[in-house]
């Protein structure tokens, strides 16, 4: 990595630190003590190490998954619907998007969106009679996750009557809801995961590797990839030796010397892994006024284009050509950007990639001095959420929000006068250090979402900024503890839109998808105000597309302006 010599002295120091405190002995031991001393994280941590068994743990539960995925095939399944979020559902959709289906196995698809036009849209994209879907969720109580089960399993039931159980597996902690509820429903299978693993960390768990061989992937040679940087980054390894441990310390020193803002680019093949990574690190080190904020995305520009809040860690596959990144990195690191490089000789070793970033992250949270495991504001968003979802229950209706707040519009809409000048207001909050979220309660969409990409790339270049883009309620958990817990440096802009004709309701609750897609949007906008961070509203309108395109143009008036 070139670094400033300050820099690299700060992260040789480090690692000197890491290894007088034994972190990588202490690690593998589940010392808790690493972290933080207070008793409640005490409890938090030692709770929360169990992903470090996983490599060696899942190698004696392959024949058990293969077998599984090679029954669904042989019963005629063709394809798979992940329900889940975050953590349960990040791992599964890389693997998908890095390996492909592998012939005569299960197409996966994932459903983390409560907007009813892309829960439709999950619907219509499958054959219900031949599709078995994925519960997943660690708590077992997700409301997002327990209202798609909801709403497919009722659809099953007017196919298949008392046999729609035979469509589901739940994937949870033991003695959870969902594993009680999938027991009653008669579930085809039910997979316990290790309860001492939190979501985000439960890639090489049954989390991650039930999909994976649903879609064919030869998950024993995926976890051989993992054992492997379990070994070279083991308990016996200095921590200048480590590869993950060093990685650690450098994103770590790196925070604390004021370049938080970590950004990924990866090599073609790997560009899926950004949003898994985005998840570890937002949430495992948002807190406590600190943290590390992501750059999933986000294409490269010219050295000039970037502050000195920067680091930049290149994901590379060995064989790929990618001439165009390489160039673009030397030019940063040219100029004074610290570039970190990772190369993976095979598509393989992303097993090994898994395991590297969440012995990284660990070792971040200690360099930083907080608890990595832990996420102590993703619980305000769910119950400023609830309040509102049971004012509708009583009222028939959302609250209506204030129009101001200390005299600065709340939210606006986007053919109004007033959207420019709030527009205007917004990003004359923005300053060097600062970071932009756009914020897209939407249906995602590839259109959508490339508007969405030039409206980021035109505030980075104009504002030379940080970005990051993230689709509602899926955001929430993944970068939604950074957001609230991290260092008050984002400014967020909020997109919502009406609801289309035809909303869905959820079976056994007072209030449809849409009325829960508007709870979450309001209730995570309440808790970025009450906080005092810099936000604002704005709806498109009904139609999603003519309204990002006419953000885009008004984003450009004002620019000009």
Not at 75 to 84: E, K, T
Not at 304 to 316: A, H, P, T
Not at 483 to 500: D, M, S
Request: with cysteine.
């Amino acid at each position: 990595m070139a670094t400033d010599p300050v820099l690299r002295e700060a992260i040789r120091e480090r690692l000197r630190l890491l290894d007088g405190a034994r972190f990588g002995e202490r690690l593998w031991q589940r010392d808790a003590s690493l972290f933080k001393p207070e008793p409640e994280h005490q409890s938090i941590i030692a709770d929360s190490l169990g992903w470090l068994a996983m490599p060696e743990a899942m190698a004696t539960k392959v024949d058990e998954i293969t077998s599984f995925a090679q029954a669904v095939v042989d019963d005629g399944y063709r394809q798979a619907v992940l329900l889940g979020m975050g953590g349960s559902s990040l791992a599964p959709e890389v693997l998908r998007a890095t390996f492909g289906v592998r012939d005569g196995f299960l197409d996966l698809l994932i459903c983390d969106s409560t907007d009813p036009t892309a829960v439709r849209a999950v619907e219509s994209a499958v054959d219900l009679a031949a599709t078995l879907f994925l519960v997943a969720s660690k708590s077992g109580g997700t409301t997002e996750t327990a209202s798609f089960h909801a709403y497919f399993y009722e659809r099953l039931r007017e196919l298949e009557d008392d046999a729609a159980g035979r469509h589901f597996v739940a994937i949870t902690d033991p003695e959870t809801s969902l594993h009680h509820e999938a027991l009653e429903q008669r579930f085809r299978a039910i997979f316990l995961n290790p309860p001492d693993i939190g979501g985000r960390y439960s890639a090489l768990s049954y989390f991650g590797l039930v999909p994976a061989a649903l879609i064919g992937l030869d998950v024993g040679r995926l976890l051989e990839h993992a054992r492997h940087v379990a070994s070279v980054c083991g308990s016996a390894v200095k921590a200048h030796e480590n590869p993950a441990v060093k990685l650690g310390a450098a994103l770590g020193e790196a925070a604390l010397a004021g370049r938080d803002k970590m950004t990924v680019v990866t090599s073609p093949a790997l560009a899926a892994f950004g949003t898994w990574l985005e998840q570890l690190v937002a949430e495992s080190t948002g807190k406590e006024g600190v943290g590390i904020v992501p750059i999933d995305g986000e294409a490269v520009g010219a050295p000039e284009l970037y502050g000195d809040d920067r680091i930049f860690v290149y994901l590379r596959l060995s064989g790929e050509h990618d001439a165009r990144h390489r160039e673009e990195l030397h030019a940063l690191s040219g100029a004074g950007h610290p570039v970190i490089s990772l190369a993976l000789s095979d598509i393989w070793d992303l097993g090994g990639e898994f395991l590297r970033w969440e012995i990284a992250t660990a070792a971040t949270g200690a360099v930083l001095g907080i608890d990595p495991f832990d996420q102590p504001n993703v619980q305000e968003s769910k119950d400023l959420t609830r309040r509102l979802l049971t004012a509708f229950v009583a009222d028939g209706r959302l609250p209506e929000a204030p129009p101001t707040v200390d005299g600065a519009p709340f939210s606006v809409f986007i053919g109004d006068e007033a959207a420019q000048g709030a527009l205007r207001r917004l990003f004359g909050n923005l300053a060097a250090g600062d970071y932009f979220a756009l914020q897209a309660y939407l249906p995602p969409s590839e259109a959508v979402s490339r508007i969405l990409q030039a409206v980021r790339m035109t505030v980075r270049d104009r504002f030379k900024v940080a970005t990051t883009v993230g689709y509602g309620p899926r955001y929430l958990h993944s970068t939604g503890q950074l957001h609230k817990g991290g260092r008050p440096a984002g400014v967020f802009l909020q997109l919502t839109c009406g609801e289309p004709d035809g909303d869905l309701e959820i079976p056994g609750q007072p209030y449809s998808f849409g009325v829960l897609k508007r709870a979450q949007a309001r209730g995570d906008l309440e808790a970025l105000r009450r906080r005092g961070l810099r936000v604002l509203h704005i709806d498109l309108g009904k139609d999603p597309l003519p309204g990002v395109t006419a953000l885009g143009g008004a984003l450009a008036t004002m620019l000009r302006t």
